[in-house]
């Protein structure tokens, strides 16, 4: 069984940029496309970004293009989630998750396993 661990979150003012970290163990990473989802309070839990097994395609929801890129490294069995110029709005609790097989990449049902989540604050 994959375990997903997050980690970079953290308080940042408008403007600035994060980059967040999911390291995967247990399944084989590489062959998994990863996404990443974020939860704002009192919210429905929203896609952010994913990316395919292979590194392409990605896809992004709208309100990050531009200014969000995710990435993988096999070798690191990381994804990563870089996130420039923030802004409040993107304050959540921010997740990855993990997928095999045929994935839509904005669907959470679609990936099965999941990490524990990490806080981004955002100010204004």
């Known amino acids: 069984q994959m375990q997903l661990v997050e980690s970079g979150g953290g308080l940042v003012q408008a403007g600035d940029s994060l980059r967040l970290s999911c390291a995967a163990s247990g399944r084989t990473f590489s062959s998994s496309a990863m996404g990443w989802f974020r939860q704002a309070p009192g919210k429905e839990r929203e896609f952010v970004a994913a990316?395919?097994?292979?590194?392409?395609?990605?896809v992004y929801t709208d309100p990050v293009k531009g200014r969000f890129t995710i990435s993988r490294d096999d070798a690191k069995n990381t994804v990563y989630l870089q996130m420039n110029s923030l802004k409040p709005e993107d304050t959540a609790v921010y997740y990855c998750a993990a997928g095999a097989g045929g994935v839509i990449y904005s669907r959470a049902s679609s990936y099965d396993v999941w990490g524990q989540g990490t806080q981004v604050t955002v100010s204004s």
């Open positions: 990316i395919n097994w292979s590194g392409a395609p990605t």
